[in-house]
């Protein structure tokens, strides 16, 4: 069965200090997409990135960016030079296509930004 | 990216009582998910609605609980029927488009006493 795991459940960073969230997944499928995303005190849930699983470089979107690492099944989050406006909830999640196109989720790591 | 209206954007309602929750979307997509997050937890698929067809339900969810309705293919409703206290969850409607991105609505703060 497909699972994602994030094993920080909170973690505290000094203000523009770069910060590395951890992703693992499992799925037997080859073919299959990776997301992040932010969940701030507001609830919504903010898109930041997607790799899909044949995407020979690691995505970035400005200060974030997906490391991607196939053979471990890892898709660690960085953000560079973070802000205090960085804390929030950050989720990974996985979609496993074809024919199921739900995405699910891992528990999520808590990020606090220090001024 | 997608612009998804979700509304209500919170409600408090009384225990026994039904809430509908409605999600525009701005372009027609083929499938709309519906999720729930109970507090401190992660999301949940409660089910996947696809235009002219019934809503394909997860497992511990139900249609007479949670039905949904799916008239075309910009709009959906989830209604949290009966609702008890454990019904308090911040409810999200979700659209995949491309594939490579998944866009969520504002969400509905649900409390139920």
């Known amino acids: 069965a497909q699972k994602i795991t994030q094993t920080q459940p909170g973690m505290f960073v000094q203000e523009k200090e770069a910060v590395t969230l951890d992703c693992t997944y499992d799925?037997?499928?080859?073919?299959?997409?990776l997301f992040w995303y932010k969940q701030p005190s507001s609830g919504e849930m903010i898109f930041l990135i997607y790799?899909?699983?044949?995407?020979?470089q690691n995505a970035t979107e400005g200060r974030y960016s997906l490391n991607f690492q196939k053979a471990r099944k890892s898709a660690n989050l960085v953000i560079s030079a973070s802000q205090l406006g960085d804390s929030a909830m950050y989720f990974c999640?996985?979609?496993?296509?074809?024919?199921?196109?739900?995405?699910?989720f891992g528990k999520g790591t808590r990020l606090h930004i220090l001024p | 990216s997608a612009v998804i209206s979700q509304k209500p954007s919170r409600d408090i309602c009384q225990r026994g009582t039904s809430l509908t929750i409605q999600c525009q979307v701005d372009?027609?997509?083929?499938?709309m998910f519906w999720y729930r997050q109970q507090p401190g937890q992660s999301l949940t698929l409660i089910a996947t609605?696809?235009?002219?067809?019934?809503?394909?339900?997860e497992s511990g969810f139900v249609i007479d609980k949670f039905p949904i309705s799916r008239p075309n293919l910009t709009f959906s409703t989830l209604t949290v029927s009966n609702m008890s206290p454990e019904d308090s969850s911040i409810y999200l409607c979700?659209?995949?488009?491309?594939?490579?991105?998944?866009?969520f609505g504002q969400g509905t703060r649900l409390t139920v006493v």
């Open positions: 790799q899909g699983s044949y995407d020979e």
């Open positions: 799925t037997s499928d080859q073919s299959y997409g």
């Open positions: 979700s659209v995949d488009r491309r594939g490579t991105e998944a866009f």
């Open positions: 372009s027609q997509v083929t499938m």
């Open positions: 999640a996985m979609r496993v296509p074809p024919g199921d196109d739900k995405i699910i």
């Open positions: 609605a696809n235009q002219g067809s019934e809503a394909t339900y």
